[in-house]
């Protein structure tokens, strides 16, 4: 055993720079405990008061290991440095190698705690549409409705959105009063078309699909507005008008629904519309009378 403990002294070799530095550690450190030796035999020999005494030894003992660390500090200062901007580096290149994975922890804490969603929810984030049917730290899994923002079918495609996005997008929650919602959609006529017969028959379409569970939708939303303490606008089926252009007047219907019937309700007021009237042009558009 002795012998090889010796090979592997021999075979161990320090570097001069190293070396010193160890002997002025070891100096140091044996420097450090032989005044703690001197001054704490003074102490006892010479105060009596055994709380003075207590106080004492601890402030020495304090100082002088206060004034140790000072001294490694001072010997090993460049190797300390050296070793800090070696353990920069290494910090750096782990927070650039794991930029993505961290912005998905940070966007799950993000969603979490202003409870943006929850399973069950229709959500769009950017480009990105559908139900919410799972989310975990990294991504949140939806099942994409469309195509486009005003459809409410689904694709039969599963998205799988990485929770970075959640750090930089703002997110739209169409299902935030849950059981039932508001559903609005827009029928664009031009302005010589007969728009003022089709915003009377879409109200009765929609006030006539929607009278079964009207009331029950009323007492819903009055119960989620004394519940969230914000006013819920009216939930009677109404159709405003909207001009975005000169030669264009846009019909803008809602009406409540339940949550996942919102298109099948839709589709049966435009087909009954459609299907029941006549809402072709009343009058010549200007410029095309000829002239008597």
């Known amino acids: 055993m002795a012998d090889f403990f010796n090979k592997l002294l021999q075979n161990i070799t320090v570097p001069a720079p190293y070396l010193g530095m160890l002997i002025s550690s070891a100096v140091l450190i044996l420097v450090v405990i ?18 003075m005494r207590r106080r004492w030894l601890t402030q020495i003992r304090n100082g002088l290991l206060l004034l140790m660390i000072l001294g490694l500090v001072m010997i090993w200062a460049h190797e300390l440095r050296t070793l800090a901007l ?8 782990f927070v650039v190698a794991t930029k993505e994975l961290i912005l ?13 969603f929850t399973i069950g929810d229709r959500i769009q984030i950017k480009d990105f549409r559908g139900d919410v049917i799972d989310q975990n ?3 949140t899994t939806i099942l994409e409705v469309g195509p486009g923002k005003l459809t409410h079918q689904r694709t039969g495609r599963m998205i799988v959105v990485p929770n970075a996005l959640f750090v930089s997008e703002p997110v739209v929650n169409e299902s935030y009063t849950h059981d039932y919602v508001l559903h609005v959609f827009t029928v664009p006529f031009k302005r010589e078309e007969n ?3 089709a915003q009377q028959v879409l109200l009765e379409a929609a006030q006539k699909h929607c009278s079964p569970y009207l009331e029950q939708a009323r007492k ?4 989620m507005s ?19 252009t000169a030669g264009e007047v846009h019909l803008i219907v809602r009406f409540p629904a ?9 589709q049966q007021i435009l087909t009954d519309v459609f299907t029941q009237h006549d809402l072709s042009a009343t009058k010549k558009p200007i410029g095309n009378s000829e002239n008597s």
């Open 220 to 223: 819903y939303m009055r119960r």
């Open 195 to 197: 728009w003022q017969l």
């Open 86 to 93: 070696s353990i920069v580096a290494i910090a750096v290149a």
């Open 258 to 266: 339940k949550q996942t019937q919102r298109s099948f309700i839709e």
């Open 34 to 51: 032989i005044l703690r030796a001197m001054l704490w035999r003074f102490i006892r020999r010479s105060v009596q008061s055994s709380e």
């Open 137 to 139: 730290l990294l991504a």
């Open 104 to 116: 998905c922890l940070t966007g799950s804490l993000i969603k979490s705690g202003a409870r943006s």
């Open 226 to 244: 004394d519940h969230s303490g914000f006013e819920i606008p009216s939930v009677d089926p109404r159709v405003t008008l909207q001009v975005p």
